[in-house]
């Protein structure tokens, strides 16, 4: 099946890591041109350097709006346009609910929520006047179970994230912009490295397939979602928890 992503450009935010290493791999795999946006931005220009010639790495803090129009400009810059956003960019906290205070309420719906909200408002920018584009966000179970073993915080940013997901459909959809977004369960990347073992057994007792996800398992929804096959797909969330969660 053809994608169509050859010579398309995306940028994929928290693209050193993780889902977002794995998205970046995944759409250069496909021929796309890639720009692998982190704050951590030295991992990101060594996977960049490794993805090849056309894969770039990037500086990005997607909580600062002038750090996030400069990524998008040094994209447009370098190749001229943006085809598709995949915002991977996120942090995770398991603090109990009683002992969240404002500061961490405001760091991680900060990345996780504004940050997707920055990120596509400033590459809708460039996608709008064209007339076609691609935004696949990441949400999580979290958002849909109250979190397993995230906090409260995290839960409602993922949350957030399909409504504002839906909010992007309809704004952008009029203009031939498709925007969906993935819910990922437990998934093997650095962000759960630090769950306990008897949370993580406890999750893969209650997974129908019994085993966390792979983030490459991620990474073949998202370049589907930011692909042509996907032409009629829009609004959607879709869940990738090995059966964890069935709703
Ligand atoms: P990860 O390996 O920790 O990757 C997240 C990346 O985002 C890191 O490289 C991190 O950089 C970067 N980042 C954090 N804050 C940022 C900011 N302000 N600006 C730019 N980049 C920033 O985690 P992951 O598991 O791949 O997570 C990717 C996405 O999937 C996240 O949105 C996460 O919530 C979601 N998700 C993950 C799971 C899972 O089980 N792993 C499940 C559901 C959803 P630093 O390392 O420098 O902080």
């Not at 794995?22 to 982190?38: F, I, M, Q, Y």
Request: include cysteine.
């Amino acid at each position: 099946m053809d994608t169509g992503l050859t010579d398309k450009v995306a940028i994929v935010t928290g693209g050193a890591s993780g889902i977002g290493l794995s998205c970046a791999r995944a759409l250069a795999g496909e021929n796309a041109r890639v720009v692998l946006a982190d704050l951590d931005h030295e991992s990101a220009e060594r996977e960049a350097l490794e993805l090849g010639t056309d894969a770039i790495g990037a500086s990005v803090d997607v909580t600062d709006p002038g750090s996030v129009q400069a990524l998008v400009d040094t994209t447009v810059e370098r190749w001229g346009t943006v085809d598709a956003l995949v915002t991977c960019a996120g942090v995770f906290h398991a603090t109990p609910f009683d002992e969240i205070d404002a500061l961490e309420w405001d760091r991680v719906l900060g990345v996780n929520l504004r940050g997707t909200f920055l990120t596509t408002q400033a590459v809708l920018r460039v996608m709008l006047p064209r007339g076609q584009g691609r935004i696949v966000t990441i949400a999580s179970l979290a958002g849909q179970a109250g979190g397993l073993a995230a906090g409260a915080a995290y839960a409602a940013s993922k949350a957030g994230v399909v409504a504002l997901t839906k909010s992007i459909a309809r704004f952008a959809g009029p203009h031939g912009i498709t925007a969906n977004c993935v819910n990922p369960g437990v998934i093997d990347t650095p962000m759960i490295q630090a769950w306990p073992d008897d949370a993580r057994e406890r999750t893969i007792g209650a997974t129908p397939l019994g085993r966390v996800g792979s983030p490459e398992e991620v990474a073949a929804m998202v370049v589907v979602l930011a692909s042509d096959v996907a032409s009629f797909v829009h609004g959607a969330h879709i869940d990738i928890n090995g059966g964890l969660l069935m709703d």
